[in-house]
Structures are given as C-alpha cells and as structure tokens.
C-alpha cells in the first residue's frame, strides 16, 4: 500500500518534471539567440524603462506607473531601493521613468 | 341776403373758371400728369432702394455684431494666453517644490479557502499585511510592516457530562505581529544604514516572499529554520558593474541574535500541554525584557551578511546568486550559525527558476552539535510565452516547488507542490496548489499528508 502510494507520487513527480521539461524546450525554442556580432558594440546606458524591467520585474509583477503619484512613487523606490538593494543611479533613472506617467 | 350772396359767389365762379380754364391747355396737363406719373414711379424706385439699403443695413449691423463677438474672444484669448505666460515664466524661475515628507502604505491581503486531509474544508483570512512607510526627506525612511490574522482561541475545561478535562477551539482572537519596523538612512550611494526590527538578509526568501509576491501561498518548509527579522543594525548596498545592470550587492548587520525558550542551551524543551518542541527561538529577544530592562538575552550578540551577484544579460534574462550566513550565541556561549545558498534565474518574460539551500548548525548541551537543514527549488511558466494569443490561458502561470526539511530531532519531510496562478489583475492573484507531504522519521511534525489551498491574494 505504502508502496503503491510512492510510486504513484513518483509517477506524478515525473510527469511534472516532463512537463517542466517540455515547457523549458519550448521556451528555449522561443528565446532569442545571442546576437553574434562581429563587433562587440559599446555598451549604451539602460534607460529607466529597461532597467524597471529587469529588476523590478523579476520579484513581482508589473506596477503601473500609474497607480501613484510622483510623491508616492519616490516613497516607494525608496522602499525599494533598500528592500532591493539597488544602485542609487539605477533607483533614480526608474524613479525618473515612472514619475513621467504618474498619477495625480 | 342768403340769397344775394349765394347769386355774387356764382358771378365770381362763372367769372374765374374761365380763367383758370384759360390758364392750363390739355398739352401742359398730360406733361403735368406724365411728370407726376414719373415722379412717382421715382418715388418707387427710391423707396425700394431704400428698402434694400434697410436690409442691407440690418446685415451690416448684423456682421458688425459678430465681429464684435469675434473680437471680444480673441482679446480673452490674448488675456489668457498673456497670464499663462506669466506663469511659465514665474514657474520657470521659481520651479515648484515638492514636499518632503510622504506617508504611503502598500502591503498584501490574502484569503484563502483549503482542505488538509483528514479535516475538513474552511475559509480564513489568511493574512492582512499593511506596510505604513514614511518618507522624512530624500535620504530618510521609516517603514513598518504588520501581519493582522484571525485565529481560533482555546478553551479548557472538563466535559460536564463525562467528566473529562479538555481542550477545545473556541472563540477567536485577533493577532496583530509586527513582521519589521526599520529606520532606513540612505547616507551615500553604496551605504544604506538599517536600524530597528529588521528583515535579515539570510537569503532572500524573508525579503521577497510576502503574501502576493509568493506564487505559492505557503512557506518553503526550512525557511522555518531561519530568524525571519531581527532587532539589530545593519549596512547594505549594492555597487553597478558597468551600464548592462550587473550588480554587485552586500549586507552586513549585527543582531541581537536567537536565544532559548526556557533559557537552557538543550535542544528540545517541554510546552504547557507536555509537548516536545524545539527549545531554539528563532523570533524573540528582541531587546526588551518582561522586567522592563533593556537587555540581549545572550552573552553576545549575533552577527551575519549576504554577498549577492546579479547578472542580466537582457531584460528578464538573468542570473542571482547569492551567499549569506549568520553566527553568535543563542544559549549562554552555545553557539547557532546558519548558512544560506540562492539562486535565481530568469529566462524570458514566462519563466523563473529560483530556490535556497539552508544549512544550520546548533551546539546543544545535552545532544551535542545538530544541524536542521533543507533545501526548496521552484519553477513557474507562464502560459503567455505559448503565444496562443487567448486571454484565459495568457493570464495563467504554472508553478511547481519541492522543498525537504530535516529537524535534525529525526523528522524529515518532503513536499511536492504544484500549482496554478491566475492573474485577475497585475496585482490581484487567484492561486491554487495541492500539495503532497512525505513525513519520515520520529517526529511527524503535525503536517497533514495531502492538502489543497484556493488563495485570493491582493497587494496593493
């Protein structure tokens, strides 16, 4: 009885892993190839759009910008310029970015 | 006499007609008649033009009109445009302040509706956690952050009709915990200094696991091993590595460390019901005593950092990782140290893989050195990179997590989780899971063997 209960829960346990495997090829299959650029070029200063989306998003979904006004956004990536420990710089360009659209 | 006048009016008649008959000829009264005649078809036509003119006149007082209108409009607009000009360049030489202090609360509900096996099914408010911030200048914040739950209270007696003592759910009672309440002084761009009930930077899981950022509504299983907050001080900060985002960043603080339930350095004690529980407290000696005085329960205080590098190589394409640890007292000169491995990854917008390996070590007077330890892994995928273009399906996220925990006292348990998130919302998340529980060993640790939970979670 035990024995069946286990190998039941491996089978479910294997079929997750297939399915997750599955989902990683197809994702995979989906991700843009790295650009094979012959040269290198410089690289350009992330705007306050890009850099919201590559730490703000990976923690939690997107925050419209707005759903606060300016007053409350600078609270709040002060907030998160702690919590996230982000550079000051990066914390202002996506203070900067989300101000622009803030509520009122 | 009547008579006589009458006959000297007719001889004077009879005497002036002829005269005036002789005055004016047939041919001077047609050209009379014809000039008359001509006047007065002049007449006409000078009354028609005068008509027209009248007409002609009432339009012209009509456009007159208008463009009066049309010039009063155009000085208002001159006016307007004049005072807005004003106040451009008033604005433009004065620029608006804002102010500087802001209070803002954010945070995170949660309800949930499950079923563990063997009880039955129920609905709770799971969690209703405010976070009050408050912003004192552009250097300065202070947050706090709460956790408000209802739950059962107890009752206890003795049965009245079989005598038996016993001890019963009943009523309910609010519990309000504070989960952190930190000053946070930005002093320059690489150092933030934290002070008060500090979430610890062991690992990230206590960072970033509140209710509507977890995918899962429950805890990894050995995050129970580590002190979620502290009341201590710390540093932390992070410092770019070029443009491209990569970061380095580091914590460091100092605490007053974990301490003992019953004030032995034994690694398991007894509760009010006789009970064995661990005897290591994870969440008090906060600095203040019952007797009032301020003091750490041990000899020493606590102390522990986190070294984290981030990498992304394009947006939601990244890479984390990090290492932390803390070590002190925690009975007398007993010592608890933890050690935490994580990592995170990010591989386009749909899908995360994320997890932390705990290690803990506890120096114990009566079983000598254990070390509870665990490890959680979690996948998600969100449905939105199959490029179905369905709203449904768009809005779901698969997620799956493993996570083991071994007390050391010799209960390990395994949890096999796997779930569904549905985004209602950016912020507002129906999430379901099921969940298998393997308990091994002595200690089952109270988890049941299989459960569902149904959570609606909201931040705000």
Request: proline share 4%; charged share 15%; aromatic share 8%.
């Amino acid at each position: 009885m035990r024995s069946t209960l286990i190998n039941k829960r491996l089978a479910v346990l294997a079929g997750a892993l297939a399915l997750a495997g599955l989902c990683l090829s197809v994702v995979l299959a989906h991700a843009e190839p790295e650009k094979k650029a012959e040269q290198k070029p410089a690289p350009k200063k992330l705007t306050g759009a890009e850099l919201y989306a590559i730490n703000c998003n990976r923690c939690h979904p997107e925050r419209y910008a707005t759903e606060f006004t300016a007053a409350q956004w600078q609270t709040i990536m002060t907030h998160m310029r702690v919590r996230a420990n982000l550079p000051p710089a990066q914390a202002r360009e996506i203070l900067k970015f989300l101000k622009e659209d803030a509520g009122s | 006499m009547i008579s006589g006048i009458t006959a000297a009016a007719c001889v004077l008649g009879m005497a002036l007609t002829p005269r005036a008959a002789a005055m004016i000829s047939d041919e001077d009264f047609n050209a009379l008649k014809s000039a008359v005649t001509n006047q007065d078809q002049r007449i006409g036509q000078l009354e028609k033009l005068h008509e027209q003119d009248q007409q002609t006149h009432q339009q012209d007082q009509q456009t007159i009109q208008q463009l009066q209108q049309r010039l009063g409009e155009t000085q208002t607009l001159a006016t307007n445009a004049a005072e807005k000009a004003d106040a451009a360049a008033l604005a433009q030489a004065t620029p608006p302040r804002s102010a500087l202090h802001n209070v803002s609360m954010v945070g995170d509900a949660e309800v949930q509706f499950g079923q563990a096996k063997g009880q039955n099914s129920g609905l709770v408010l799971a969690d209703f956690a405010p976070i009050f911030l408050y912003r004192a200048n552009d250097n300065i914040l202070f947050e706090a952050g709460f956790d408000v739950m209802l739950q059962n209270g107890s009752a206890s007696g003795t049965n009245a009709v079989t005598l038996a003592p016993y001890t019963h759910d009943a009523g309910s009672s609010t519990t309000v915990s504070l989960s952190f309440a930190q000053l946070d002084y930005l002093l320059n761009d690489y150092v933030t200094v934290v002070a008060g009930y500090m979430l610890l930077p062991l690992g990230t899981y206590s960072e970033r696991g509140a209710g509507w950022l977890n995918k899962i509504p429950d805890d990894p299983l050995p995050v129970d091993f580590l002190p979620g907050a502290g009341a201590g001080v710390q540093l932390r900060g992070a410092m770019p590595v070029g443009v491209s985002g990569q970061m380095l960043t580091y914590s460091v603080y100092g605490v007053n460390g974990p301490s003992s339930v019953d004030g032995s350095a034994n690694a398991t004690t007894l509760d009010g019901n006789g009970n064995s529980i661990p005897n290591l407290d994870l969440g008090g000696n906060v600095g203040l005593l019952n007797s009032g005085n301020n003091a750490n329960l041990n000899n020493k205080p606590s102390g522990g950092g986190r070294i984290g590098w981030f990498y992304p190589w394009q947006a939601h394409y990244d890479v984390e990782l990090g290492v932390s640890g803390q070590s002190g007292t925690w009975a007398g000169n007993y010592l608890w140290s933890a050690l935490v491995v994580d990592a995170a990854v990010h591989i386009s917008p749909y899908v995360e893989v994320k997890g932390e390996y705990i290690n803990t070590w506890q120096q114990t007077a009566d079983v000598g050195n254990i070390q509870p330890s665990g490890w959680w892994v979690q996948g998600s995928y969100k449905l939105a990179g199959l490029n179905l273009d369905a709203p449904v399906v768009n809005d779901l996220e698969m997620v799956g997590r493993y996570d083991t925990a071994n007390d050391a006292q010799g209960s390990t348990t395994d949890r096999y989780t796997a779930g569904l998130v549905y985004y209602l919302t950016n912020t507002l998340l129906l999430e379901g899971d099921y969940e298998w529980l393997i308990n091994h060993g002595l200690n089952a640790n109270g988890l049941p063997s299989s459960q569902f939970i149904v959570q609606l979670s909201y931040g705000f």
